[in-house]
């Protein structure tokens, strides 16, 4: 199985265009590198490919992986798009892909519910055209191609919700993707509040994990005085801390974490600084846009 980062930052990309924040100063100066908004691919044969979450920086993301350019005509190695929320940043690509001839769309009931509320995004894409809604249960396995699965699994959160439909179980959620063939599994979570006892079984001996890295300090946006939230009560769990990711993962025996999902704010995203030390030296990684993953 083959996990392609086509985004590595969370909502706003890195830098953000409204944002002077030091992290942000360093990237525009040339000090680190530019990441767009969080999504990824994944496929078994490097023929078909998955999408899980649609960035609105989708059609640069696709230009820079000659996996999914079209072949021909228009016809494209995208098989289907996976959500895992309805969250702006990971669903507003799809009305970049309403040029399909038809588009198979994975998502829980609640996250459908949210898109077609109102004259909401999937309601607008249908007009282009036809989408075929796949239901995800959390719990229930899904068969997406010849030799990968997945299975669903709900992330708890008490974010708040911008919308009022499609609230409960479902709202967020993660995937965890088996090959079947070689039995290798990831896991992707880019939005998670908080290490449940259940989600600690769903990573637990996972061949690979692609987690949240949001934010490195939970009060890291009120410090920068940019928010009046933290991190958690914005439904991510911060990476550092003495309850944070980087503290909780090494109990679970996953063989590889890679953080994703990064806030502009968030100084792992510059290879010099202390915290993205901290990260490395604890054996796990920081995404890139292009990353490539082989389980």
């Known amino acids: 199985m083959w996990l392609r980062v086509l985004g590595s930052a969370a909502g706003g990309g890195s830098p953000q265009w409204n944002c002077g924040c030091p992290v942000c100063a360093a990237v525009r100066s040339g000090a680190g590198p530019a990441r767009t908004q969080s999504s990824v691919a994944v496929g078994v044969d490097r023929r078909r490919w998955f999408l899980v979450n649609a960035s609105p920086d989708l059609r640069t993301q696709f230009e820079a992986f000659p996996d999914l350019h079209p072949r021909g005509d228009r016809t494209t190695p995208l098989e289907a798009v996976l959500l895992t929320d309805a969250e702006l940043d990971h669903s507003l690509g799809l009305l970049l892909l309403r040029e399909a001839r038809a588009l198979r769309l994975y998502t829980t009931a609640a996250v459908r519910k949210t898109l077609c509320a109102g004259s909401g995004i999937l309601r607008t894409l249908e007009h282009y055209c036809p989408v075929q809604w796949r239901a995800v249960v959390p719990g229930t396995g899904l068969a997406l191609a010849d030799g990968l699965s997945c299975r669903a699994f709900d992330v708890p959160t008490v974010k708040r919700a911008r919308f009022r439909a499609g609230l409960g179980l479902g709202r967020v959620v993660g995937y965890r993707l088996t090959d079947e063939h ?100 604890n054996g796990m990684e920081v995404a890139m846009d292009g990353l490539e993953v082989q389980v």
Do not use: K
């Open 182 to 281: 070689s039995g290798g599994t990831l896991v992707y979570l880019p939005g998670v509040q908080s290490l449940t006892p259940a989600l600690r079984e769903e990573i637990r001996g996972c061949a690979c994990l692609l987690i949240d890295g949001t934010c490195w300090r939970d009060d890291e946006l009120i410090r920068l005085g940019l928010a009046g939230r933290t991190s958690r009560e914005m439904g991510h769990l911060p990476v550092g801390g003495p309850d944070g990711s980087l503290a909780q993962l090494p109990s679970l025996g996953v063989g590889r974490v890679v953080f994703v999902h990064m806030n502009n704010t968030n100084p792992i995203l510059l290879e010099d600084t202390p915290e993205r030390r901290i990260v490395e030296e």
